[in-house]
């Protein structure tokens, strides 16, 4: 009887026409995330599948997002960051359960580390043998609490898409970071049985970001800025999280204030700006640390005073009345006390002290002051005719992409290098893991940067060292024709401990140079990559202007001498104004 | 020095977990924590102690506090005017010829038994911790085979102290 009810109905029901079919809800688990992902326009997805995401993965086979299968997921992770922080969405990440999870911690911390957003999609064992030591159990939610800006582990799959949209806003807005979201494997085969869960709004009252500055604090801003006889702003990687670079360079004509950079702020202001002073830190120009020291009113907008910046704290800007601009309350005031504190995003306070009646200060005697700095102690090195130095590399590439190029790295002499002579004219363009420092981020992180823009050159400039901890991603570029140009400065070294060792541990070369090496050119072209050596000055200029301007993956082996050091620099646990090796002579 | 402060955080597995696991990496030693449901369905609230020695790493902890999705709020209540209670219960060694000298010792107190034995009394005690102190001093001498303290609950009392007059009219 009621069968035959049934059947009627369903005759009297219409065929779904084509379109209503598309808007039908998926069915479990694994196709609710695929749908939550496309709503967020989600482009491509960097992973490695494996026991526990099997149904997401056969989601994905069904109703493809396009996916980038790295070798190592910490290879899927970086290209990950790279593809946020060129693109400025979320880079979407998926592992496995246990051994998957884990190798994406390095990653992880580091897009916490540089603000980096992310949202990374675990897989877990069934929530029935949670807490069992099952095969490949991993407590991904208790490893990655203290490196995420939030995790969830989702419990039942009508939380899901409000999870999801919880995971990007989080990840997006704010202070960017990475969120987590484990996903027991039951969960992603579970019967999804509530469309509606997916009208749900984001409703998060523990998390409300201040983006607007409050007015009074701009007055005093304005204030201090107007009397100063010797400004400073510093300018981090929150201008280019916020896209103001604009409202920066508007700003710094309109009033003529000089601007130093923090690491990851390069690219903020245009590398050859007249009012640019450089990069200031351990390894940033001594115009920049001197005017750190010396200025009277220094305007921070969105760095956060790393150690490696301020140097010893003691000594930092003594002189200056500080204002700080931040969309973290919690980086003002963390390490250096501050007179003005913004809470506010950069943009938004840019555009605030742009709209504020302010008088210029009178600034030229002091400009003048840190031009002659400028001239008396440059960046320098000292050439020699029978090796390639790094720095030289560096400029020719410089040159031969008229500084236009979308430049990676990973930690350590090449990344300074590069930051001193690779000046930057676009913002977006240099990606770099600064806050932690991790070897072997630059050349998956390149791969991620293509991604975001397919028709940008794209350099990897990379350390022998840290290229080996990563290279098994060469699979990508053969495997997509990914134009990324490799660039490995090779000196046959862990440079910067051997820089180190030399400068602070009397030349005792610990476990820092690498005597024996694998032949580069052949491993790219084991990859059916094109390689080439350079052993020379002589060679180098023709051998970049070929490999750099082709239109396929290379790698390029440069083979630097291996006793050039990284200079000018500031001692560890010294004041900026201690700077050595500012000069040659 | 010592802090005391309050924090309401959603109810969801694992946010006990957030909360020590940021004061354990930024190096926070934690006197007593104590959580349990608020007035609001949903909220918890935790109180913890904390002794920081830098006055300026204590705004560094309430913002980094704040920063966590999942805390609603965070008060700093060392300042403030409180009711602050904790419990304990004290297991103390009292052969029956003694028990009437603990007793009328810990009367003031107002320590009440909940428990007692052949040669032991458990007495239980409530008040702020420097009370629960005093008390555990007071009964130490006649032997304590078991103690248990929950950490201290506390949270600002209603009417706060108004501004001192004197000061207004120095204003």
Redesign the interface.
Known sequence: MSAEVQTKQAVLEPMPTMEEQQTTRPADGSAVLIQALKDQGVEVIFGYPGGAVLPIYDALYKDPIPHVLARHEQGAIHAAEGYARVSGKPGVVIATSGPGATNLVTGITDAMMDSLPLVVFTGQVASSVIGTDAFQEADI??IT??IT??NY?VRDVADLPRIIKEAFH?ASTGRRGPVVVDIPKNVATEVFTTPESFDVEVD????QPTTNPNYLQIQKAVHALTHAKKPLILAGAGILHAQAMDELQGFVEKHRIPVTNTLLGLGSIPGDHELFLGMAGMHGTYTANMALSECDVLLNIGARFDDRLTGNLNTFATNAKVIHIDI???EI??NV?TEIPIVADAKEALKALLAADMYSPETEEWINALSEKTEDFPLWYKEDDSALLPQQAIQIIHRLTKGDAIVTTDVGQHQMWTAQYYALNNPDHWVTSGGLGTMGFGFPAAIGAQFAKPDARVVAIVGDAGFQMTAQELSLLQEFRIPVKVVILNNGALGMVRQWQETFYNERYSQSLIPVQPDFVKLAEAYDIKGYRIESPAEAEAVFAEALLSDEPVLIDCRVKQQENVYPMVAPGKGLHEMIGVSGE | MRRIITVT??NQS?VL??VT??LM?RQFNIESITVGHSEQPGMSKMTFIVHVEDE?KI??LV??L???????KVNDITEKAIVMRELALVKVVAPPQARSEINSIVEPFRATIIDAGKNVVTYQVVGNPEKIEAFIDLVKPYGIKELSRTGATAFVRDMQKAPSPQLSILK
Do not use: F, S
């Not at chain 1, 998060?204 to 998390?207: E, F, M, S, V």
């Not at chain 2, 704040?66 to 609603?72: A, E, G, M, N, R």
């Open positions: 939610i208790g609490q203290p800006k939030h582990q989080i998060l009252p523990g998390y973290d309350p919690a005031g963390k006390p | 955080v959603i694992g977990n957030r696991g940021l990496k300026g705004e560094q913002k980094q704040q920063k966590q999705i999942d805390v609603i």
